[in-house]
Structure formats: structure tokens, C-alpha cells
């Protein structure tokens, strides 16, 4: 795996859609998230008629605190530019459709499916973007674990 970065979708941009369901209402099952410090690895693939760009390899380390699951701030940066369509949240799962503006390439529309269980977590993105090269569609796999206290 090669370590490239892209314009079209910073990392944090899956980052932020690993957790941003967090937010939840009273009525949704709290997720099984260990709180201390997570390193997550996102893999990101993007293609058009075009052409596809090289495959992005990024890894961080956050501290995850319970105040952060509650409030929807876990794993995230750049929060305020995702708008969330429709959730479905579990214990172990969450599945969503979120629509992210950014900046020079407009609006990206993005599907995600997780599954968690205390100090891991795993999920996929699939998201679609208008461009200067036409319509680009991103896969993104995801890898997170707990890795210690804060």
C-alpha cells in the first residue's frame, strides 16, 4: 500500500463519518465504545470514467472520552460539514446516509456501515462527488482499535 494524499476527500472527512451518528437521541442504544485512545486507519479508493486516483492509506490516534460518544465528537474533525439523512444505530451497528460539503468539489454523498464491539470497530464508506473529471465514486474501508488510556 502506497501513501498518497487526495484533494477531494481529506481524512477526516472519514473520520468524521465514523462517529457522527453518535449524537443520538434517548431512545437509540448507546454504542459499545470503550472511551481512552484509538488509532484509526482509513483506505481510500476513488475512480471516475475518467481516470482513479492511487489509493490513500491515513492513520490517526484520538482519545475518545464518554463525553465525546454522548455529544457525537468521538474520532471527529470537521464536524459542522456533514449533515446526516437518515441513521439506524445499535449497540454493535450503525448504518448511515450523510451529505458533506466540500470545499471546491460540492456536495458528497455518503452511505456507511459499522460494526463495533468495545476496542475495535470496522466499517465502509461509499461516497459520490461531482468533479471537474465528472461524477467520482470513493470506497473507503476503515480499521479502528483502542489502543490505551488517554
Known amino acids: 500500500m502506497r501513501n498518497h494524499s ?5 481524512g477526516t472527512l472519514a473520520l468524521a ?15 459499545d465504545v470503550r472511551y481512552g485512545l484509538w ?9 471516475s470514467d475518467v481516470m482513479n486516483l492511487p489509493e490513500n492509506t491515513n492513520t490517526t490516534r484520538d482519545c475518545v ?3 465525546d460518544v ?16 437518515e ?3 445499535t449497540s454493535t451497528s450503525m448504518d448511515m446516509t450523510m451529505v458533506c460539503s466540500q470545499p471546491g ?13 468495545g476496542d475495535t ?9 461531482e468533479s471537474p473529471m465528472g461524477k467520482m465514486f470513493m470506497d473507503i474501508e476503515m480499521d479502528s482499535r483502542r489502543v490505551g488510556d488517554c
Open 6 to 10: 487526495t484533494r477531494i476527500l481529506p
Open 17 to 31: 463519518a465514523f462517529i457522527a451518528p453518535m449524537a443520538m437521541a434517548e431512545d437509540v442504544d448507546f454504542p
Open 39 to 47: 488509532e484509526t486507519t482509513t483506505v481510500t479508493s476513488m475512480r
Open 65 to 67: 472520552t464518554e463525553e
Open 70 to 85: 454522548r455529544e457525537g465528537r468521538a474520532f471527529l474533525q470537521d464536524q459542522d460539514e456533514c449533515d446526516i439523512i
Open 87 to 89: 441513521q439506524n444505530i
Open 105 to 117: 468539489t460540492g456536495d458528497i454523498r455518503m452511505t456507511v456501515s459499522m460494526k463495533y464491539s
Open 121 to 129: 470497530a470496522t466499517g465502509t464508506m461509499k461516497g459520490e462527488v
